[in-house]
């Protein structure tokens, strides 16, 4: 990349910044087959996808995982909001980001 570009960039709002990168890690997720496994990773899938035949009822289903994900999302927002914070950070952004709030913040945050 052009150091010309790098600087337009950096002179955009970190608001602005924050979602030129979800663009980018959206581009990179939408395309897994960019990015191959490696051996040692490969081997590390194979060891889970076997442990979960050998214990299907070991782990948790995924509707209790997103709900402890969603709900740590929700608390960490409520601290923000009750310290007085507003949308500032990247934490902040991904936490409302998870728990529905889309890529932009609701009109008035």
């Known amino acids: 990349m052009r150091t010309n570009e790098l600087e337009k960039i950096f002179e955009l709002s970190i608001a602005q910044r924050i979602l030129i990168v979800q663009e980018i ?14 051996d040692r990773q490969k081997q590390e899938l194979d ?29 960490a927002c409520n601290l923000f909001c009750t310290a007085g914070l507003r949308f500032s950070g990247p934490c902040c952004f991904a936490a409302q980001r998870l728990i529905g709030w889309g890529r932009r913040p609701p009109a008035g945050f």
């Open 47 to 75: 060891k889970r996808i076997n442990s979960y035949y050998e214990n299907p009822g070991a782990g948790s289903p995924w509707s209790e995982v997103k709900e402890r994900i969603l709900s740590a999302a929700q608390r």
């Open 25 to 38: 890690w959206d581009s990179i997720f939408n395309n897994p087959n960019a990015v191959p496994l490696t």
